[in-house]
């Protein structure tokens, strides 16, 4: 059974290095956070399932194959008569990007409580829930409350990045959605300022972070791009630096990184200033290339820089 297990949605993606209304061409990927950090900490060595569900349309087996092959158990992953959520993408300067979505009704927004398998859920060590499988619909949002309801009754662990999405619901929406899944959450992986400006009103990550803890987590980790990352737990609080190499060649799945190989050191018995740094350094690594996943590095990389850092345990 996987100690690392994510519920939510993974998308085809089709990309361009043309702006949308004028690329002819697309490179077929894969993305989604709930899968992205996944990915991050299977890399690394860390035993890993998704609970999802797929459609029937022409990506299917490319989708659980890619899967499979990151060493991800996909025995919670049904299969159903419906098809994959799509969206484009297009490279913009400075490793920003411009999306387009289909995913209004795809396989995984049908997700339902009943996909939740007790057994499943208990056996692992950390749940990974995501506001982006809340927000896809009613259903989703249902089986991650159930999932993370679980999970604490069985002493498990429970992640959360909020990850909002403006396309996707209103910021009184992604409020109350945080709101009736705080109780259950242990690890607050938040980004500022474009969760914390919605969820706290707030872009000060120190400040986004107590009040994080008001609801229940144990601890927050405010990731806040090139400035770093802001750790708090109920009795250290710290900065870890953002780690470059080189140019940014593309932010794809840079964030998703850092909470995957965060989550990985926090399994592996790391101290949590010890996983923050390990983090920065997969995050730094993870911009330069393109893709969140053919980006992202090996384990070999991330030891060899972090190796290199000399960090000791704070906490």
Excluded at 147 to 169: E, F, G, I, M
Excluded at 182 to 190: D, G, I
Excluded at 217 to 237: K, Y
Aim: aromatic content about 10%.
């Amino acid at each position: 059974m996987p100690e690392f297990i994510s519920i939510g949605e993974c998308m085809v993606e089709l990309f361009s290095d043309q702006p949308l209304e004028e690329a002819e061409t697309f490179t077929r990927s894969l993305a989604g956070d709930s899968l992205n950090i996944l990915v991050a900490a299977s890399r690394l060595g860390t035993s890993t399932g998704y609970i999802t569900r797929l459609g029937s349309d022409p990506f299917t087996d490319y989708l659980l194959k890619t899967w499979e092959n990151e060493g991800i158990d996909t025995s919670h992953v049904r299969k159903i008569d419906g098809f994959n959520a799509v969206h484009f993408v297009a490279q913009l300067p400075r490793g920003d990007r411009e999306f387009v979505y289909y995913r209004k009704g795809s396989a995984p927004s049908t997700m339902s409580p009943h996909d939740i398998d007790v057994n499943y859920i208990s056996s692992a060590k950390i749940v990974h829930i995501s506001g982006i499988t809340q927000a896809i619909s009613q259903n989703a949002r249902e089986t991650v409350y159930r999932a993370a309801s679980l999970a604490k009754d069985n002493n498990v662990k429970v992640s959360y990045d909020p990850n909002y999405r403006h396309q996707l619901w209103s910021p009184i929406e992604a409020r109350k959605a945080m709101q009736e899944i705080m109780p259950y959450v242990n690890y607050f992986l938040p980004s500022c300022p474009a969760d914390t400006k919605i969820l706290f009103d707030t872009g000060d990550p120190r400040e986004a972070a107590q009040k994080a803890l008001a609801y229940g987590p144990e601890l927050a980790a405010v990731t806040c791009g090139e400035n770093g990352t802001f750790i708090m737990t109920r009795s250290a609080s710290f900065d870890i630096p953002a780690y470059t190499y080189g140019s940014v060649i593309d932010t794809a799945g840079s964030g998703d990184t850092f909470k995957g190989t965060f989550l990985h050191g926090i399994l592996e018995g790391m101290s949590v200033h010890q996983a923050g740094h390990l983090a920065s350094v997969a995050a730094g690594l993870n911009l330069r290339g393109r893709g969140a996943l053919t980006a992202m590095p090996t384990k070999s990389e991330i030891h060899g820089e972090f190796n290199n850092l000399g960090i000791e345990p704070k906490d």
